[in-house]
C-alpha cells in the first residue's frame, strides 16, 4: 500500500482495520457489542465494517448474536491465546513462581488466567511432599469461584465489578451457597489491603485456598496464583503473603504496574 507521498507503507489498510476492531472488542465497556457502536468509536464506515466483521466471523475469531445483531469475540482466539501463552518468556516466570509457592507450602500451586469470563488452569506445580490436587490443565472454574474469585473481582474497577456482582450465579462460597453481600464486601476490602484473598474449606471442607490476582498491562486483572491445601486459619496469613508476592512476580513479567498490588 502507497500513501499520499507514492510510499511503500507496508500495511494494508483492510486487515488494518480488522486489527484495530479485535482490539476494541476485546478492551470496550462490554463484551457483546452492535455494529453502530464500533463503527463510532473507530470512524470506520458502517459498510466496510460489516464486511471485516463478517470475515472475521468465517474463522470463528468474532461471533455474532442473530436475535441482539450485536458482535462479540469468538473461541478461535481462546486457541490463539493458548499457543502464544505456550511460547511466551513469562512462561518461566509462572512455573518458577509456582514451584517455589508449592515447595514453600506444601501446596499444590496454580496459574488461572481469565478468558471469556471464565478462569482457566494454565499451569500448575506439585510439592514434592505434601497434598496433590489434582484438578486438570485446561479445567475452567466460574470467574467467581471460591478464593480466585474474590482476588479478582476486588480488583475489577467498580464498574465491571458491579456488573459482575449482578449475575444471576455467583460462587465466591461454592455452587448453590447463599453470598452475604456485606460480608463479600469486606472480604473484598481486605484483599486489596493485603493483597490475597483466602478461603478456609468453606468451598470444600476438606481442602484451604488462599489466591492473589495476577495484572496484565494497563493494570487490568488477567487471572490469579492460588494454592490449594489442608492447612488450617493460622496458616492462611502467612501463605497468603507469599502468594501475592508470587502473584506480583508474574504481574511484572506481563508487563503490569504493581503499585496498586501489595
Known sequence: MQNKMGRYTGIVPAVKQAGEILMYMARGPRFKMRLTDICRALGIHKGRAYSILNTLKEFGLVEKDPETKTYCLGPALIFMGGKVLENLDYRDKVDSTLLHLARETRCTAFFGMIVDGKVYVVAKRYADSGVKITIPLGYRFPLTYGAHGKAIVAFLDEEERDRVLRSERLFFYGEGAEVDMGHLQEEFNRCRVQGFAE????????????????????????????IVGTFGPESAPHYGVKVAQGAREVSRALGAEVGGLR
Open 199 to 226: 478461603d478456609i474449606g468453606g468451598v470444600d471442607p476438606r481442602f484451604s485456598c488462599v489466591a492473589a490476582p495476577v495484572l496484565g498491562p494497563r493494570g487490568k486483572v488477567v487471572g490469579s496464583i492460588f
